[in-house]
């Protein structure tokens, strides 16, 4: 039986800042998490794609102000680094 995927210790060694933004990063983190789960079933960061991360910028924050799509790139761009991936997202991809 494997335990839950922690993204809180996932996250620990990149994030940075004040409590409520590492509190910020950690929830839209596990949003992400949940959202390609769903759709890919790819249950932890370690097996996703930049294919994966896109389509939750370009699709699932579509409908959403540019202030929420600004924070969920700055989590994802943590999530990038963390991974040691080299992925770039466009800040204005979304109309």
Known sequence: MSRPFDMELFLAGVLTGSHATRQRHVRQAK????????????????????????????????ERCEVTR?????TVRLLARRLKKSWIFNRHANP
């Open 70 to 74: 600004y924070r969920y790139l700055l």
């Open 31 to 62: 949003i992400i998490q949940a959202e390609i789960a769903g759709r890919w079933k790819r249950e932890t960061p370690w097996t996703w794609q930049r294919k994966h991360v896109a389509w939750f910028l370009e699709h699932r924050l579509a």
